[in-house]
């Protein structure tokens, strides 16, 4: 069984600019969430889709956003990219929404962003 | 803002040895659960224990559950050098199951 597939595996972006993020999930699972990783912050949960539609948003600017696709695929998009967005961006799936089946998440292996 | 803290920030061991790391949390969980990071890689999920539970376990891990106290404790018996990670804890609470993850401890199992 295939995992969770991010992509790509590193970025360089400059300031201003915007970047696209892409995250396959497990096969049969429906919710795709997004989360930012670094190490003043630690983990923040960006948003969450379930079915295509996003069921529940972190507290992020309007310059984060994202959006599922019937085949259960997630793609994050960062306009007017910030130095302070360089981060590892990390997708996790799972069966239901959330860790609501009680089976926790599988994460991908992250997307590592630097914008200089 | 995070839910759960782990307890210790680091922690240095040698192979054999346990290791244990607390998480305490703020408010009553639905769940509470474990994962491991590799230095830059994916979180790997390890075990989730319910709110009605008081202990899990998997293999050389076992978690317990004490919600009178807000704490969760995860032990590694005979720790290898490829339990070398980040330890996290996250929970879910209220009407979402949406985890939210604390600090971590960073985990060092010397050969």
């Known amino acids: 069984k295939a995992g969770v597939t991010q992509t790509p595996r590193y970025l360089i972006k400059t300031r201003g600019q915007q970047v696209t993020l892409s995250c396959s999930p497990i096969s049969g699972h429906r919710s795709v969430s997004w989360y930012q990783q670094t190490p003043g912050q630690g983990l923040q949960f960006l948003f969450e889709y379930f079915s295509e539609t996003q069921r529940n948003k972190g507290n992020f600017p309007g310059r984060f956003s994202g959006r599922q696709f019937s085949n259960s695929r997630s793609e994050m998009n960062v306009s007017t990219l910030e130095l302070g967005d360089s981060a590892l961006y990390l997708c996790?799936?799972?069966?239901?929404?959330?860790?609501?089946?009680?089976?926790?998440?599988?994460f991908g292996s992250g997307t590592r962003l630097t914008v200089v | 803002s995070q839910q759960g803290e782990e307890d210790p920030q680091a922690l240095s061991i040698q192979e054999g040895e346990n290791a244990t790391m607390n998480c305490s949390y703020k408010t009553s969980i639905n769940n509470l659960q474990w994962y491991r990071q590799n230095s830059g890689r994916g979180l790997v999920h390890l075990i989730l224990i319910r709110s009605n539970e008081r202990e899990k376990h998997s293999g050389r891990l076992r978690v317990t559950l004490d919600t009178s106290k807000k704490s969760s404790s995860l032990l590694i018996t005979a720790s290898r050098a490829a339990d070398t990670a980040s330890y996290f804890c996250?929970?879910?609470?209220?009407?979402?199951?949406?985890?939210?993850f604390g600090r971590g401890t960073s985990l060092i199992v010397h050969p």
């Open positions: 996790a799936s799972s069966p239901g929404q959330g860790t609501h089946s009680g089976y926790g998440y599988t």
């Open positions: 996250a929970s879910t609470s209220g009407g979402s199951y949406i985890p939210t």
